[in-house]
């Protein structure tokens, strides 16, 4: 079963940074649409950012807009988030996600959950004084 790893996660003080890191277990991402997700404790899970299969097109959150770039290494076949200036409110657990589509795209609704099928555990993150 196709499954994705994410890893980078940890806690940092506000105005801090983090990268994340999302590898597939068993194939590599570079075909696939990937989505980055999060949910704080009580909250649902939204989307954060989107990337194409050949990063023609990323998308964000307004949330994030700015302080969040999401990019591929090819090199690695990882997708990353890095993460800038976190608040508070940046707090939770983060999840990758793909579709395995053929398309590639993540289009403008690419913060739908129901067209990703295959999601990582997902990794905290803490940011607090």
């Known amino acids: 079963q196709e499954q994705l790893v994410e890893s980078g996660g940890g806690s940092v003080q506000p105005g801090g940074s983090l990268r994340l890191s999302c590898a597939g277990s068993?194939?590599?991402?570079?075909?696939?649409?990937i989505g980055w997700f999060r949910q704080a404790p009580g909250k649902k899970r939204e989307g954060v950012s989107c990337?194409?299969?050949?990063?023609?097109?990323?998308y964000y959150a307004d949330s994030v807009k700015d302080r969040f770039t999401i990019s591929r290494d090819n090199a690695n076949k990882t997708v990353s988030l890095q993460m800038n200036n976190l608040t508070p409110d940046d707090a939770g657990v983060y999840y990758c996600?793909?579709?395995?589509?053929?398309?590639?795209?993540?289009?403008?609704?690419?913060?739908?959950?129901?067209?990703?099928?295959?999601w990582g555990q997902g990794t905290q993150v803490t940011v607090s004084s």
């Open positions: 996600a793909t579709d395995l589509g053929p398309r590639g795209r993540c289009g403008t609704a690419w913060y739908l959950q129901s067209r990703f099928t295959s």
């Open positions: 068993t194939f590599t991402l570079e075909r696939y649409v």
């Open positions: 990337v194409s299969s050949t990063s023609t097109n990323t």
